[in-house]
């Protein structure tokens, strides 16, 4: 099976997974264990392989290995143009989707790209990018370092307040110890399977509505205001703060601001992070009211519109937003029946998944007789000539090696932003030259030319982008097929 096959083959089971996840989670309903068995959680995935990846580049880089750095910085430009230009398309059409999908499916889909840190298999088996954009080395560089001066500066801004915000949150908090109140938490957790909970339970002078803060289970703290509730007001509070808690919501949340972060120079990541906000909470609302009754809805809905607080950090709490909260309220108190999106879900993340890595950067311009010949094109003499197509060689002649050497010697080429392979269904020829510091390997296919000189230590091979292409016709001219 080719490689390419291999990469659809992991599109579509991709696709089916993530698709049957969300059609599974839509017909539990709100039965035990429903809030733990969700396809949205694990929002450090790419995160996690993100930053791993960017030690490695600046490490590398330190050592000595910019190629090396390139590289990786080649990959995660893709991710970063593939999040940015997802995002803005998602939140353009966000209108039209929640006309017709349930509020999950569109919380489901913000998360989506986290499915992205698969793209390194993706890359591993990606015979090479479908488009190039090639640019000034002075400009990658600049742009490399003013970005990552953004993410760091973003993402710890980020960070620094979530953890001050908790801090204050939490100043002066007690364990509720109030009979009814527990009486309520614990009946809330039973009908979602938990019969002994590792969260705390709170009350914070600070707070002005019900929520909940924490990235990990043992720093998970549900925070209410000191004010009395009713027992049926406790019972969806409590309700509605188990789906975010289940959901892992705090680490949505998270995963959208490091993509933020990440595209922190594109105005509309801003703007979509906003909206996927909106969708948590509405997602959320969804899955409490679809077992209450019409006088229960109304009550809901008259607890958010009387709650008011502060959001920031990675919380979730029971307030609303004032551009979100009319269309809360409706969707509470008359909730439309509105299309799961499984099917829907599942091609969106098989066409990442699919056009992962189909970008690439390539830097450095020069000609063929630079890049390949070192300037030294007339001091070496063509030995062997191997075509392979469709995992077949043979060795071929040379009509014109003169015609050969001035034809790769005009090109021009880009250096480009990492190394890949030729895929076994094309067609290469790889060209053996004897010179006098040693042998010098060069494979043409379709669009790029790798240059091997076996007298390099540090560099062993290197890929170049031909701006134009390969003329395929002129070189089939120049060989004894």
Request: glycine share 8%; charged share 20%; hydrophobic share 45%.
């Amino acid at each position: 099976m080719s490689d390419r096959m291999w990469i659809v083959l992991m599109a579509l089971c991709i696709g089916v997974v993530t698709g049957l996840d969300v059609l599974a989670y839509a017909r539990k309903g709100v039965r035990r264990d429903w809030v733990r068995d969700t396809p949205r959680n694990g929002g450090w995935n790419l995160p996690m392989i993100i930053v791993f990846l960017l030690s490695l580049s600046l490490f590398t880089g330190l050592a000595g290995d910019w190629s090396a750095s390139f590289r990786v910085f080649g990959w995660l430009s893709v991710i970063f143009l593939q999040i940015s230009l997802y995002f803005l398309l998602l939140a353009l059409t966000l209108p039209l989707l929640r006309r017709y999908f349930r509020a999950e499916t569109c919380a489901i889909l913000w998360i989506v790209p986290n499915y992205l840190y698969m793209g390194v298999f993706n890359q591993a088996l990606l015979a090479h990018p479908r488009w190039i954009i090639p640019l000034p080395i002075k400009f990658i560089q600049g742009v490399a370092l003013i970005w990552l001066a953004g993410v760091v500066g973003v993402l710890g801004w980020k960070i620094l307040s979530h953890l001050r915000f908790r801090r204050w949150l939490l100043q002066g908090a007690e364990k509720v110890t109030d009979p009814e109140v527990l009486a309520a938490w614990q009946g809330e957790l039973l009908q979602v399977g938990e019969k002994e909970s590792e969260y705390i339970l709170v009350t914070s002078p600070q707070v002005t509505t019900p929520m909940t803060i924490g990235l990990f289970s043992k720093s998970v703290r549900m925070v209410l205001p000191r004010r009395h509730y009713t027992p049926e007001e406790l019972k969806l509070i409590f309700r509605h703060e188990l789906v975010h808690i289940g959901r892992r919501d705090a680490w949505s949340k998270f995963f959208l601001v490091f993509c933020t972060a990440l595209c922190w120079f594109n105005p509309l990541m801003w703007l979509a992070m906003k909206k996927s906000s909106e969708d948590l909470e509405l997602s959320c609302d969804e899955a409490v009211v679809v077992s209450l009754n019409e006088g229960e809805r109304r009550w809901y809905a008259d607890l958010i519109l009387r709650t008011a607080g502060d959001g920031r950090g990675f919380t979730t709490c029971l307030s609303a937003s004032a551009s979100a909260l009319r269309y809360r309220l409706k969707n509470v108190v008359r909730p439309a029946r509105k299309h799961v999106g499984a099917l829907f879900v599942g091609v969106v993340a098989s066409l990442l998944f699919l056009t992962c890595g189909q970008v690439g950067l390539a830097y450095g311009m020069g000609t063929g007789e630079a890049y390949i010949y070192q300037n030294e094109a007339e001091s070496i003499s063509l030995a062997k000539v191997t075509q392979t197509k469709e995992e077949a060689r043979k060795v071929i002649q040379c009509r014109d090696e003169e015609a050969l050497t001035d034809y790769l010697s005009s090109l021009t080429l880009y250096q480009a932003v990492g190394t890949y392979d030729c895929d076994s269904e094309e067609e290469q020829l790889s060209l053996t030259y004897n010179t006098s510091q040693g042998t010098l390997g060069v494979i043409l296919w379709e669009n790029y030319v790798r240059v091997m000189p076996s007298w390099e230590k540090d560099l062993k091979e290197q890929d170049y982008y031909v701006s134009g292409g390969l003329d395929w016709e002129k070189l089939d001219g120049l060989f004894n097929w």
